[in-house]
């Protein structure tokens, strides 16, 4: 059974008898600029994809995939930039790409991949996308903070005239915009939610809908019951709650954040219809 995900996928080469550095960058550019033009994610090398056992590569492998080099010549082959790290822990080589801003696509011909060819990370595999998927793929690539906020209002406008302002159904990205424009009258139990993840389990989450959000939260919460610095954590959290200067300012300085993740794009996208129509 295949134990890849959507952020995550597995390369094993110890099987190759000659590797070829040239077909094997080409493959890792098809995922790499998949997961970066999608939500970003991790590649590992030296797991086999449907039993996830660990082997030892050619030295050839690790060679190929140093930080430095890798990133080089994956952006040779690249006609955007593509943000990416890449480590080695024992036998494995993680490979972390981030989100891009711009849509990537291949600059040139390379083994198995034609110029202007573009993947996207689909489930657990990368899919070449063309026609109108791939018109989606550059409107939500390419919409500015400005566009992003004018959307949102018109998004919380629609639903606030439906009676929709209730947690259920705003979301954190409605509330961004309620809780920037309407700073002391409004602020919407999700934001709790959200800096509660944010403060007390001490990583970033994705900044997604209300449903998705709590359910984390829940899972956290049995995970950590016992945890006496989590909660030495909500005690400092519940406190920070009853000021409504420190959840401002919390607010702010993640707006950046926010207007940057690629689910604020999907959920505006979503909504294109009703944006378009007021």
Same mark, same amino acid.
């Given at each position: 059974?295949?134990?890849?995900?959507?952020?995550?996928?597995?390369? +094993?080469?110890?099987?190759?008898?000659?590797?070829?550095?040239?077909?094997?960058?080409?493959?890792?550019?098809?995922?790499?600029?998949?997961?970066?033009?999608?939500?970003?994610?991790?590649? @590992?090398?030296?797991?086999?994809?449907?039993?996830?056992?660990e082997? @030892?590569?050619?030295?050839?492998?690790?060679?190929?995939?140093?930080?430095?080099?890798? *990133?080089?010549?994956?952006?040779?082959?690249?006609?955007? %930039? @593509?943000?990416?790290?890449?480590?080695?822990?024992?036998?494995?080589?993680?490979?972390?790409v981030?989100?891009?801003?711009?849509?990537?696509?291949?600059?040139?011909?390379?083994?198995?991949?034609?110029?202007?060819?573009?993947?996207?990370?689909?489930?657990?595999?990368?899919?070449?996308?063309?026609?109108?998927?791939?018109?989606?793929? @550059?409107?939500?690539?390419?919409?500015?903070?400005?566009?992003?906020?004018? *959307?949102?209002?018109?998004i919380?406008?629609?639903?606030?005239?439906?009676?929709?302002?209730?947690?259920?159904?705003?979301?954190?990205?409605?509330?961004?915009?309620v809780?920037?424009?309407?700073?002391?009258?409004?602020?919407?139990?999700?934001?709790?939610?959200?800096?509660?993840?944010?403060?007390?389990?001490?990583?970033r989450?994705?900044?997604s809908?209300?449903?998705?959000?709590?359910?984390?939260?829940?899972?956290? +919460?049995?995970?950590?019951?016992?945890?006496?610095?989590?909660?030495?954590?909500r005690e400092?959290?519940d406190?920070?709650?009853?000021?409504?200067?420190?959840?401002?300012?919390?607010?702010?300085?993640? %707006?950046?954040e926010?207007?940057?993740?690629?689910q604020?794009?999907?959920?505006?996208?979503?909504?294109?219809?009703?944006?378009?129509?007021?």
């Open positions: 059974m295949c134990i890849e995900t959507h952020y995550i996928e597995y390369k +094993d080469y110890h099987r190759e008898q000659n590797p070829n550095e040239k077909a094997i960058l080409a493959k890792l550019f098809r995922e790499i600029s998949a997961f970066a033009n999608a939500s970003g994610g991790e590649i @590992v090398v030296g797991k086999e994809d449907k039993t996830g056992k082997s @030892v590569q050619p030295d050839c492998i690790y060679s190929w995939l140093e930080n430095d080099r890798l *990133a080089t010549s994956i952006n040779k082959l690249s006609d955007n %930039l @593509v943000i990416l790290s890449s480590s080695r822990k024992g036998n494995l080589v993680h490979i972390r981030q989100e891009s801003d711009d849509v990537i696509s291949a600059l040139s011909d390379a083994k198995g991949i034609n110029k202007g060819d573009c993947f996207i990370r689909e489930n657990h595999e990368a899919v070449k996308v063309q026609g109108n998927k791939l018109k989606r793929l @550059v409107e939500k690539k390419s919409l500015s903070e400005d566009a992003k906020l004018s *959307a949102l209002r018109k919380v406008h629609y639903k606030m005239s439906n009676s929709m302002n209730h947690a259920q159904q705003m979301n954190i990205f409605d509330s961004l915009f809780s920037v424009s309407l700073p002391h009258e409004y602020i919407n139990v999700v934001f709790d939610a959200w800096i509660k993840n944010e403060f007390i389990m001490g990583h989450l994705p900044i809908k209300y449903s998705t959000m709590q359910m984390h939260f829940d899972i956290c +919460d049995k995970k950590f019951t016992d945890d006496t610095l989590i909660q030495k954590n400092e959290f406190l920070m709650m009853k000021s409504d200067h420190t959840r401002e300012f919390f607010f702010s300085a993640h %707006l950046d926010v207007l940057c993740s690629s604020l794009k999907a959920y505006i996208l979503e909504y294109k219809a009703v944006i378009e129509g007021l």
